[in-house]
């Protein structure tokens, strides 16, 4: 007897009932959050602790727009609560696999033998509709685009994945991390080396009484910095500070140029042209005539000052901290060991046809169960791993700095 035409048993598990009543709680629990965060945009008056540091017209300017984004996200959520629990009750996902077997057949080939062609043709058409679905949206107010669907965004990963697990049989999903894992590897190495130059100029930090300190720094603590790189990126970011990538003795410290100065903020066209401009690490020096240069000829930073240099190095020596207590090797090693364990449990669950059969489905496609089991049926682990990953990163924030003022 063929196992792809198995009668759905059930093993009296509402699987999809169950996904929505815990989607509807984690969504209730947010919209509790959501409204206590709300009333913050509520209050007037400068907070104390902010007062000398944003004017009252600038404060009531944040305040408005804070409001007024906070509103839009209120109802963008119960939006997309409501189109889930539709897609799921009214067997939205069924509806479109089998739009997808209809099309193959209508060109000529068979559903059941083209399982990979026919999940292709599933991600295109769901993401089709999740464009129609989020238009309106992104016309009202420009939004971030969330990963809910995130399986849906990568079939370049998706498909050798796909094959993996329908060809390497029961212990499919060892194979499947270790792609994965050296998917992950690789792509780290070709964003630093080759992504991240197109976008921004990496240059390295002029020798300067700064340079000294830092090499000094990197050094107590045996760090084998390859590189030092400033980073010009204040166009786009003001968030971070200074980072560290790299394998074993290659690693480069990056540090942003925020750290030094504070740029007048520019029109985003302009951002664009001199991203553009700056396209590889060996840019010449006199194509950037226009902008003041960052450093003066002894290294010393010009104009007026962001940090000084104690601050740098204080900034440098908590990062430094994450590296010399392993947090980056940890991290990325619990996240390979949380990978496994899904794709293991997954591969317990993948064959269960009564799963299928409450979604509405009457057979057992392999990405119906990778988006079903690992987005859905996973809800609560992905939210408890989640929770905990946040938890260690505050954690080992507060470690690293200890670590950097010894
Ligand atoms: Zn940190």
Redesign the pocket.
């Known amino acids: 007897m063929s196992t792809s035409h198995v009668v759905p048993m059930s093993d009296g598990i509402r699987y999809m009932e169950l996904t929505v009543v815990f989607l509807w709680l984690v969504f209730l629990w947010e919209m509790y959050l959501h409204i206590r965060q709300h009333r913050m945009f509520k209050e007037k008056n400068v907070p104390k602790n902010l007062e000398g540091v944003i004017g009252p017209d600038e404060f009531e300017k944040a305040r408005i727009y804070g409001e007024d984004k906070s509103r839009f996200s209120f109802f963008r959520q119960w939006f997309d609560i409501i189109e889930t629990t539709l897609i799921f009750a009214l067997g939205g996902l069924p509806f479109i696999w089998d739009w997808s077997g209809d099309a193959l057949e209508s060109m000529g080939l068979m559903a059941t033998e083209n399982e990979i062609l026919r999940s292709i043709l599933f991600i295109y058409a769901m993401q089709f509709y999740q464009l129609l679905v989020t238009l309106p949206w992104s016309l009202y107010f420009t939004f971030v685009v969330e990963e809910r669907h995130a399986m849906n965004k990568c079939p370049v990963l998706l498909v050798p994945i796909l094959y993996l697990i329908m060809w390497s049989g029961p212990y499919f999903y060892v194979y499947v991390w270790a792609f994965v894992f050296c998917f992950s590897i690789a792509s780290i190495t070709v964003y630093t080396d080759y992504i991240a130059p197109m976008f921004d100029r990496f240059e390295p930090l002029p020798d300067s009484p700064l340079r000294t300190k830092i090499s000094a720094l990197a050094e107590s603590v045996a760090f084998p910095a390859s590189q030092l790189l400033v980073v010009y990126a204040s166009n786009r970011s003001s968030h971070s500070n200074a980072y560290f990538i790299g394998f074993f003795k290659n690693k480069k410290i990056v540090l942003f140029d925020t750290l030094f100065k504070k740029h007048a903020k520019k029109s985003d066209a302009d951002a664009n042209v001199s991203s553009k401009q700056s396209e590889t690490e060996e840019r010449p020096k006199e194509d950037a005539k226009e902008e003041e240069p960052l450093f003066d000829a002894d290294g010393n930073v010009t104009g007026t000052r962001n940090c000084s240099d104690e601050e740098v190095v204080a900034i440098l020596g ?2 430094l ?2 590296w010399k207590l392993n ?1 980056t090797l940890k991290m990325f090693a619990l996240n390979q060991v949380v990978l496994f364990t899904m794709f293991m449990l997954f591969g317990h669950l993948m064959h269960n046809a009564s799963l299928y059969a409450s979604f509405g489905f009457d057979s057992t496609p392999t990405l119906i169960g990778l988006i079903l089991i690992m987005q859905f049926v996973f809800g609560p682990i992905n939210i408890a791993v989640g929770f905990l990953f946040t938890l260690l990163t505050r954690m ?2 507060y470690e ?2 200890e670590f950097a003022v010894v």
């Open positions: 908590h990062e901290g994450h947090h080992r924030e690293a700095d």
